[in-house]
């Protein structure tokens, strides 16, 4: 019989299939009982709508295995989304799928590499923990089941556009990470009987379609919630926190849209206020910029390289000014 992949059961709505599901997207995706979806392990240089992925055994982009915390090793850990995982950056096009600068990387790979430079003699990790297409639900879920083997030395945290997109269903209703809801979905992952009886049975069920208004995948006030507790989280296992407000280019493109990044933002930023938790926020990099800062973009919602390299420079300049490296010398990082 042919093979009934998880990722086409766990994935039902429209706007979750267009993202992850479809022909042209589901290349380097496979599924997942407590995410639904994921990056494939061992990707090697695959080429994905315009970008270039590579994915380790553990299904980081990252180009070294990552297990438990070697010792004396200082690991930075960046949760989000596809800004974080580092969608086009850097850009290739199908007929040269190979022919792109190395140099043009995410800002998890950039901090890595100038943190390195700049503390030759210690064991520096810094990489992505993001999936395109990631809300704050599903990136607290994941660090909650994660973070306890990572053992991060810091969090960067950060999440905007898919919590504010719109959807049938929020997330917390269409990703239920209950241990029912999970483990009825890693029977249908790891066996083939289980997966084609769900189908066989989905295709029977006379569903009636049913129109629903449209809400965003995470409200407001579930977006802070999920953020603070991220941020508690990673703080009670010892690790620093940085929380990045969303990339975001212009309110011209799309009005209502730009309005619902602004609200998100200015919520989180006053939230995290509040708890005195390092917040970050480009101006460069918002759409109050926007008139300018088209350079800094490839597209209406993500940082191009350069854009990559602001956040990077930013960063490390937040992480200089409050002291949150420990002893590690911090670079200054010129983008």
Request: hydrophobic share 40%.
């Amino acid at each position: 019989m042919t093979r009934v992949e998880s990722l086409d059961l766990f994935v039902n709505t429209a706007q979750q299939k267009m993202q992850v599901a479809s022909p042209q997207q589901s290349t380097i995706f496979e599924g997942d009982p407590l995410l639904l979806w994921r990056l494939k392990p061992n990707l090697d240089h695959v080429y994905w709508d315009f970008t270039n992925v590579s994915t380790n055994a553990q299904s980081f982009r990252a180009d070294y295995p990552i297990g438990r915390k070697p010792p004396g090793t200082f690991r930075i850990v960046c949760l989000g989304d596809s800004v974080t995982f580092g969608y086009r950056v850097p850009p290739v096009w199908p007929e040269k799928p190979n022919d792109y600068n190395p140099e043009w990387q995410p800002y998890p790979m950039l901090l890595e590499k100038e943190l390195r430079k700049a503390n030759p003699n210690r064991s520096i990790e810094v990489f992505p923990m993001a999936v395109p297409g990631y809300t704050s639900h599903q990136g607290l879920a994941w660090l909650r089941r994660d973070i306890g083997y990572l053992q991060p030395d810091m969090v960067i945290a950060s999440f905007g556009w898919n919590d504010a997109s719109l959807s049938d269903a929020p997330d917390r209703e269409l990703i239920d990470t209950g241990r029912v809801s999970v483990a009825g979905r890693w029977l249908i992952d790891h066996s083939q009987a289980i997966a084609h009886a769900t189908r066989w049975f989905r295709s029977r069920k006379d569903v009636k379609p049913v129109v629903r208004t449209p809400v965003p995948r995470v409200s407001q006030k579930d977006y802070v919630d999920n953020f603070n507790a991220i941020v508690r989280l990673a703080k009670d296992h010892g690790a620093a926190v940085i929380v990045i407000g969303a990339p975001y280019r212009d309110s011209v493109t799309n009005p209502p849209e730009a309005q619902l990044m602004t609200q998100y933002r200015a919520w989180l930023k006053s939230d995290m206020a509040k708890n005195q938790t390092p917040y970050l926020e480009i101006l460069e990099l918002t759409e109050a910029a926007g008139s300018v800062n088209q350079g800094f973009f490839g597209e209406l919602i993500h940082p191009n390289h350069m854009g990559h390299r602001l956040m990077a420079s930013e960063l490390l300049e937040l992480m200089s000014q409050q002291h949150l490296l420990k002893d590690l010398k911090v670079p200054v990082f010129v983008p």
